[in-house]
């Protein structure tokens, strides 16, 4: 699946921003879609992740509370509402995609990748 991430910019701290992923293929509804975030120098990290079904989804104690993760089957479309956005938030954002029962934390089990799209939060 092809994947394409939109929806980044510049906030201030507090804001809040909706991320999209959006995916061209067939059987976008059978695929589990994750959020990951990398800033300079760190490692690419999960933020988010909802299940193909949308029965499960996973968020880090760092962002608990504060993003929504929803997935719209029909439009083939992952969002990624950020609420009380903070500085250390600032990133570029990936979605990304896999299939299987489990939501794996390490990116290295995410085999689909859209690109990023920057996300900047001034304080």
């Known amino acids: 699946v092809q994947l394409q991430a939109s929806g980044g910019g510049l906030v201030q701290a507090g804001d809040a921003l909706k991320l999209s992923c959006t995916a061209s293929g067939r059987a976008f509804s059978t695929y589990n879609v994750g959020w990951f975030r990398q800033a300079p120098g760190k490692e690419r990290d999960l933020v988010a992740a909802?299940?193909?079904?949308?029965?499960?989804?996973y968020y880090p104690d760092s962002v608990k509370g504060r993003f929504t993760i929803s997935k719209d089957n029909a439009k083939n479309t992952v969002y990624l509402q950020m609420n009380s956005l903070k500085p250390e938030d600032t990133a570029v954002y990936y979605c990304a995609a896999s299939r299987g029962a489990a939501l794996r934390h390490s990116a290295v089990a995410w085999p689909d990748w859209g690109q990023g799209t920057q996300v900047t939060v001034s304080s």
């Open positions: 909802i299940s193909w079904n949308s029965r499960t989804t």
